[in-house]
């Protein structure tokens, strides 16, 4: 319960709103090993602790990744943080992506907005692995061009000649040549085998519930789909139960689930 | 000879069309090409025809004043772009713009619309169809009104 201290190594401003900051243990503590989908707590000293997803690589734990939007206290005061500057970690929590369980399967990764920082750990994994799956496709969503997340590292995957990636904004001018509109219109014509396909969602809840719809529509088994939940996590034990649902803990028993283990609680109106 | 009735026979906008409404539909068809930046129609002008596109892209535009043409959609290969021909006053609400090479189907629609006012079986089926697209589009763009990536979603 008590945190580790890291030191900012790294600052960068991904996009107006959202910025990474890279850390890396102080006191030279050993390497921090993560799963693809786990968060930690992480505290600003006098301000307080938020839950953020690791955003960084499972196979490079030297460095601790973290990305995301300043819109409360807390990520604001991160946003301010410089190099040099120390925080507090706890963690890591939470049940990741199915990774390895995915092996031998088509994978399809659907990212909306921020919602592409959970899932970047899971594709570098997959990447790094890249001949123990069948395709690879990744769909991301946002709101515009200017909003588009780790743009040069998605242009670097789309290069591949083993990945298909397909971007699509709310909106634009003129000047973008890509897709327009929402992230479930590009599923339909995704290329790939749905009786074969794990689908990895992580994005807004409602753009998470109408992706899997669209999934299931398209045929991909609901136990064969995983989402990201990240609603009220206080603690990230398990213990002040702000994030409880029912039996279910989203900081403990997630905040990766299956889809056809939590599609009740997507639609329950008073969660 | 070569016709387009192969290729309307395959596309799955079309598919359980019976046979003769297929014929119907083939003597309204022709192919059409927009170069890249070319205007496939204004706001404002009359809804003459309705596309199935081949392959290319066709972005859905609104000019906004002080932000100039916003894209609020975009086309790509088997899609159908326009259903303003349906309704009356049967002009188009949006600009259309092919932002890469791009060749169509076109179906021309006074003859689509004289055809179904003859056929309403015909009417009936592209009614079912179009409401269908109507309604993709229509849920699409409530979800694209959230904003559900702004900041407070």
């Known amino acids: 319960m008590l945190p580790d201290f890291f030191s900012v190594r790294k600052v960068r401003l991904e996009t107006d709103d959202t910025f990474t900051l890279e850390l890396a243990p102080a006191g030279g503590r050993q390497p921090f090993p993560f799963s693809a989908g786990q968060f930690n707590m992480l505290y600003v000293h006098g301000i307080g602790e938020v839950p953020i997803s690791i955003s960084g690589d499972p196979g490079k734990p030297g460095t601790l990744v973290h990305t995301t939007r300043a819109v409360g206290a807390v990520t604001r005061g991160l946003r301010t943080l410089k190099k040099g500057d120390v925080l507090g970690v706890r963690g890591p929590f939470g049940v990741g992506w199915p990774v390895q369980q995915a092996e031998g399967h088509d994978i399809v990764v659907v990212a909306g907005g921020i919602g592409l920082a959970p899932l970047r750990p899971a594709i570098y994994q997959l990447l790094a692995n890249r001949d123990r799956y069948g395709k690879l496709v990744i769909l991301y969503g946002t709101r515009t061009p200017a909003d588009i997340l780790f743009r040069k590292e998605i242009e670097a995957w789309r290069a591949r000649l083993d990945v298909e990636v397909y971007v699509t904004v709310d909106r634009a001018t003129d000047s973008w040549h890509g897709n327009v509109g929402v992230v479930t219109k590009l599923i339909p014509k995704a290329p790939f085998d749905r009786t074969r396909t794990v689908a990895m969602i992580c994005g807004p809840e409602l753009m998470m519930r109408f992706t899997a719809l669209e999934l299931d529509k398209r045929g991909v088994e609901t136990d064969h789909i995983y989402l990201s939940m990240e609603r009220n996590m206080k603690c990230g034990v398990g213990l002040c139960g702000h994030c409880q649902c029912g039996a279910t803990f989203i900081c403990k028993d997630g905040p990766v689930f299956r889809y056809d283990a939590i599609k009740g609680l997507l639609s329950q109106r008073e969660i | 000879m070569h016709t387009l009735e192969p290729l309307l026979a395959e596309h799955p906008?079309?598919?359980?069309?019976?046979?003769?409404?297929?014929?119907?539909?083939?003597?309204?068809?022709?192919?059409?090409?927009?170069?890249?930046?070319?205007?496939?129609?204004?706001?404002?002008?009359?809804?003459?025809?309705?596309?199935?596109?081949?392959?290319?892209?066709?972005?859905?535009?609104?000019?906004?004043?002080?932000?100039?043409?916003?894209?609020?959609?975009?086309?790509?290969?088997?899609?159908?772009?326009?259903?303003?021909?349906?309704?009356?006053?049967?002009?188009?609400?949006?600009?259309?713009?092919?932002?890469?090479?791009?060749?169509?189907?076109?179906?021309?629609?006074?003859?689509?619309?004289?055809?179904?006012?003859?056929?309403?079986?015909?009417?009936?089926?592209?009614?079912?169809?179009?409401?269908?697209?109507?309604?993709?589009?229509?849920?699409?763009?409530?979800?694209?009104?959230?904003?559900?990536?702004?900041v407070r979603s």
């Open chain 2, 13 to 150: 906008f079309l598919k359980g069309l019976k046979q003769e409404h297929l014929e119907l539909l083939v003597g309204c068809a022709s192919n059409v090409r927009f170069e890249a930046g070319a205007f496939v129609f204004r706001q404002g002008q009359e809804a003459n025809h309705f596309y199935i596109l081949r392959d290319g892209k066709v972005a859905v535009e609104l000019f906004a004043p002080q932000k100039g043409a916003v894209a609020i959609d975009t086309y790509g290969e088997g899609d159908v772009l326009g259903w303003s021909w349906l309704l009356p006053p049967y002009h188009w609400r949006f600009d259309a713009r092919a932002t890469e090479p791009t060749r169509m189907i076109s179906l021309d629609a006074r003859c689509m619309r004289t055809k179904c006012e003859n056929d309403h079986d015909l009417g009936y089926e592209l009614m079912k169809r179009f409401a269908r697209i109507i309604e993709q589009r229509l849920d699409a763009t409530r979800w694209q009104l959230l904003d559900v990536y702004g």
